[in-house]
């Protein structure tokens, strides 16, 4: 039984779709990636899944009881506010000395509980941030681009403990990405995402289809590719070209 | 011995600040400031009210109010850069509160009372009303303690965890209002805000969490009402404003702290 699975889930916001039509299911035990460019509406997939963005169309259905464990974007903590990072774990369920103690020891962040939460590198937030999300022993985890303000290392890192999590806890991993190569290697499955699932499969056969190629633009082959598949489709508008018009060098760098 | 008077001043001016103090700290934490000066703005067109209609002043300034907060809060939810909107609405409240006093002339004589309180005829009546009102509000924050807290750091993660935020901020909002009418008495509709926002402000600096803040804030409050109460007796000024003094003191004082400790 999935996790979570969405039907014809569709997304409308201030006149325009921001997604159409997606598909989507998350069995228990596995690691999701949603890839896409900027405004693709990942985020939107994901906070639609998760139930804080109403469907307009379509319909999301979430195991009766599901423990989910969220990692959001960006977390700012407000300077006027005081928070140790021991007192953050216990948001909003109280948890032991000995649980947070744990929780932190598995992120790699043991010993941080006196440090004020705005005080953290983004590093250490992020790992803060999972080890509070593992505090409700979640069935899966939602993590909404979890690695940005990290450098290539700390991303690597980063992807590598989430394997470890899923190895020890068995929970379920969804997350949210732009960026490609390191995340598609931590994956079970990768969804390419512009507005609809452009493509979904396992990172190698993803890597390899030409609407992927299409959505990040792989430098002069990937343009060849783009032609191609342009060309294959002229008269189908199905959105996976779209970014590359507008973020052909940002993709060509990433 | 200290008159009566005194006394009674003194347990209204702590018995506010029991609920101002952790208030006040989520005031601050949520950058609330414009909507306690609308809140309490709308205390005086409350009281305006109720006197022209002859009910309750207590009753009058809390409906009001409460209205008016649930306004703003809603207002701001919409839009996150309503702060032009709140402030339109913090003043316009405080404006046709003054207009609307003008059709009460038994007020008329007395409006600073309004406006800057009257802690020192505080009756046992009164006395009653600010404890229960403080309770109620204290009963309030701490049952929804943790979940406020939440939904303060993070509105997503509180939605994520199965609570709602938009829950959370009507029970400030209730708690708001019910402060204001309270509040109106010690320190009246102008100060109000000042005394949300002083003591937790200068509770910042000496805090490490959450807890800690709003502890503070009332013990800066409490000080601050003793201190404010002290002057006003020994140098004759007025009482409110006095202790307002006092708490802004308190604040200048945790800003040199807060500056040496970093």
Known sequence: MPLIEARGLGVRRG?????????????????????????????????????????????????????????????????????????????????SDAAAAEALGRTGVAGLEKRQVSALSGGQLQRVLLARALLSSPEILILDEPTQGLDQPGEAAFYKLLEEVRAATGTAVLMVSHDLHVVMRASDRVICLNGHVCCEGTPEIVSAAPEYRALFGMGMGGALALYRHMHDHDHVHDGCEHDHDHHHHEGADA | MPDAFLIHAALAGIGLMLAAGPLGAFVVWRRMAYMGDATAHAALLGAAL???ADLPIALGTALVALAIASLV?????????????????????????????????QVRSDLSTFLFGDILTVSIADLAWIWGGAAIVLGLLAWRWNALLTATV????????????????FVLTVALALVVAVAIKVVGALLISAMLIVPAAAARSFARTPEGMALIAVLIGCASVLAGLWGSFIYDTPAGPSIVTAAAAAFAFSLAKGRRAR
């Open chain 1, 15 to 95: 006149g325009h779709d921001i997604l159409r039509a997606v598909n989507f299911r998350i069995l228990p035990g596995e690691i999701v990636t949603v890839l896409g460019p900027n405004g693709s509406g990942k985020s939107t997939l994901i906070r639609a899944l998760i139930g804080l963005e109403p469907g307009s169309s379509g319909e999301v259905t979430r195991k009766p009881g599901l423990r989910m464990g969220y990692v959001p974007q960006r977390l700012h903590v407000d300077a006027a506010l005081p928070m140790t990072v021991r007192r953050f774990l216990s948001l909003p369920r109280r948890v």
């Open chain 2, 50 to 52: 109720a006197l022209l």
């Open chain 2, 73 to 105: 809060t809603v207002l701001s939810s919409r839009d996150r850069a309503a702060d032009t909107i709140l402030g339109v609405l913090a003043h316009s409240a405080l404006a046709i509160g003054l207009v609307a006093i003008s059709f009460a002339p």
């Open chain 2, 154 to 169: 993070n509105e997503e993660l509180a939605q994520a965890a199965g609570l709602d935020p938009r829950r959370e901020r």
